[in-house]
């Protein structure tokens, strides 16, 4: 009777060790699925910010005459913008690249003064200066997250956990 007890306990303690261990584990891949869906974000407002481009290429195109330079000069710039992206990671110096790429595009109405007595244009405007402003929100939202994940990484336990599993670290947009 009394070797029976000792086995619960002893079984009892090894169910609390596992429950403990799967609780760090648990914790660990939570903040590492935060860190995925804030670079999910971005990802979809780098994508936005290519679909703007593309409108607004359209439009300049079908608004002004003669003026193909700029039009190609907006399709090369998209083609910039859609290749900060390499194998799912991003190339942080073409991102802050493309941010001057924008501020350019911006600037089409003092190109052309007409685009900017036009309604499509200035929505465009805006849509393009409101995307620019969620994509640096959401790489600031990424890089907190990824900060959170990397110190929690530090601490002894997850240290463990995350070499067993072989968790790297998130690199941040703003170092």
């Given at each position: 009777?009394?070797?029976?007890?000792?086995?619960?306990?002893?079984?009892?303690?090894i169910i609390?060790?596992?429950?403990?261990?799967?609780?760090?584990?648990?914790?660990?891949?939570?903040?590492?699925?935060?860190?995925?869906?804030?670079?999910?974000?971005?990802?979809?407002?780098?994508?936005d910010r290519?679909?703007?481009?593309?409108?607004?290429?359209?439009?300049?195109?079908?608004?002004?005459?003669?003026?193909?330079?700029?039009?190609?000069?907006?399709?090369?710039?998209?083609?910039?913008?859609?290749?900060?992206?390499?194998?799912?990671?991003?190339?942080?110096?073409?991102?802050?690249?493309?941010?001057?790429?924008?501020?350019?595009?911006?600037?089409?109405?003092?190109?052309?003064?007409?685009?900017?007595?036009?309604?499509?244009?200035?929505?465009?405007?805006?849509?393009?200066?409101?995307?620019?402003?969620?994509?640096?929100?959401?790489?600031?939202?990424?890089?907190?997250?990824?900060?959170?994940?990397?110190?929690?990484?530090?601490k002894k336990?997850?240290?463990?956990?995350?070499?067993?599993?072989?968790?790297?670290?998130?690199?941040?947009?703003?170092?």
């Amino acid at each position: 009777m009394e070797s029976y007890n000792i086995l619960i306990v002893l079984f009892g303690i090894i169910i609390l060790g596992i429950m403990i261990i799967l609780f760090f584990i648990n914790n660990l891949l939570l903040k590492k699925e935060r860190v995925k869906n804030q670079f999910e974000s971005v990802n979809n407002y780098i994508n936005d910010r290519i679909d703007l481009f593309a409108r607004i290429a359209s439009f300049v195109e079908s608004n002004s005459e003669n003026e193909e330079k700029y039009v190609n000069s907006i399709y090369d710039s998209s083609d910039e913008l859609s290749d900060v992206c390499d194998n799912g990671k991003y190339d942080i110096k073409k991102i802050k690249k493309s941010f001057k790429v924008i501020e350019k595009y911006i600037k089409l109405g003092d190109i052309y003064p007409d685009f900017n007595k036009n309604r499509i244009y200035t929505m465009l405007k805006e849509e393009i200066i409101l995307n620019e402003e969620r994509i640096v929100y959401a790489m600031e939202s990424y890089d907190k997250a990824a900060k959170n994940f990397n110190e929690l990484k530090t601490k002894k336990i997850y240290d463990k956990i995350s070499k067993i599993f072989k968790i790297e670290d998130y690199e941040y947009y703003n170092k």
